[in-house]
């Protein structure tokens, strides 16, 4: 009896032993086993900080002063593209009337798909033959009876001569027309009025005041010591300013109102070129319709596919047909405007 409570009391020991030794062993161990426990945990966790972090936008910020330079570039393009072009007297400016349009080729019957090209010659009101270009010219074709319209595409050489290209889209009866909207002399005095400055407009910003309303001065830039409310376009950088009125926070702007300054950067001889009879002058009255028809030689329409944003476009870069607007490069399905646009917010930018 003795015997086996001595062999008992050695097993206990033994056991205890071993039990001692593992937990050394796990205690030694803990932080690798931590780790190797916890690493899909700390991986996934990773990932989902990853995940989490804002990622940069597709277009970076661009610093003020890049954009100033960027803009001076463009303006400075624009420059080269409008140059000077001072005048005397309103007779040497150009004239639709004295200028000439002749169609190259002319042909009896056009088919459809061909191309006329009309040539223009610009003159001033002496008839003398203009040196360069600039003239701001609009070419379109039409048919009224078939609700059929398109535009040409015109070619400045720069020289006083103007290439006028027009796609005959459909068949039938079609009149051609050239408008000599403003003269260069008139589109140069309009870019360098432009650049002037922008007070000719006048600004006024509306703020809400508890149950009142308080109006201050607004601008592109104001010339003011007074505190100022700065609004900032953050994906072009531009920035209109109101002055801030007096215990008024800037995001009580509610309501803007412009109106014209009675002044004018132009002289008295360049208004004359905006009068409404000088401008918009058709320059092909006394060219009759062109008849086209369908050719039996003409070639089978490739099938075109669908139209999608971000595709290039060409010039023109289409046509209206019974008053449907049929691009050249893709394929247009018809839609009902006012059901597309219902319920739908439109932006429009600018003017």
């Not at 803009?71 to 009337?97: C, G, N, Y």
């Not at 600039?134 to 400045?156: E, Y």
């Not at 039938?172 to 000719?200: F, M």
Request: proline share 5%.
């Amino acid at each position: 009896m003795t015997m086996k409570i001595a062999n008992h009391k050695s097993l206990l020991v033994l056991l205890f032993i071993l039990a001692s030794w593992i937990t050394f062993a796990v205690i030694q161990n803990s932080t690798k086993l931590w780790t190797a426990l916890r690493l899909p945990f700390s991986l996934h966790h990773w990932n989902f900080v990853m995940k989490t972090q804002p990622e940069p936008p597709p277009n970076p910020i661009v610093s003020p002063t890049e954009t100033a330079l960027r803009i001076k570039r463009i303006m400075e393009k624009l420059d080269q593209l409008v140059p000077p072009r001072p005048f005397t007297t309103v007779s040497s400016t150009t004239s639709a009337t004295h200028s000439r349009a002749t169609v190259l080729s002319p042909r009896d019957t056009y088919c459809r798909g061909d191309r006329l090209d009309v040539l223009l010659e610009m003159r001033d009101h002496l008839g003398r033959r203009k040196e360069y270009g600039g003239d701001f010219l609009r070419a379109r074709m039409s048919s009224p009876a078939l609700k059929a319209g398109a535009s040409g595409k015109v070619t400045d050489f720069n020289n006083g001569t103007y290439l006028v290209s027009f796609t005959l889209f459909w068949e039938g009866q079609v009149s051609l027309s050239v408008l000599l909207i403003h003269p260069s002399e008139g589109v140069s005095a309009l870019w360098r009025a432009r650049n002037q400055g922008y007070d000719r407009v006048i600004f006024t910003g509306q703020f809400n005041r508890g149950t009142s309303q308080v109006n201050t001065d607004c601008a592109l830039a104001l010339n003011s010591s007074a505190e100022l409310c700065e609004y900032l376009d953050t994906r072009d950088q531009e920035a209109f300013y109101c002055v801030k009125p007096p215990n008024v926070p800037c995001a009580a702007l509610t309501h803007m109102h412009s109106k014209n300054k009675d002044v004018s950067y132009l002289s008295k001889q360049e208004r004359s070129l905006f009068e409404r009879s000088n401008v918009g002058v058709e320059m092909m009255a006394k060219f009759n319709a062109i008849t086209v028809s369908k050719c039996h030689s003409e070639k089978t329409v490739p099938v075109k596919r669908q139209c999608k944003f971000g595709m290039a476009s060409t010039i023109p870069s289409g046509h209206v047909w019974k008053d449907t607007w049929n691009p050249v490069s893709c394929s247009l399905a018809a839609i009902e405007m006012k059901e597309c646009l219902r319920g739908k917010f439109i932006y429009l930018l600018g003017d």
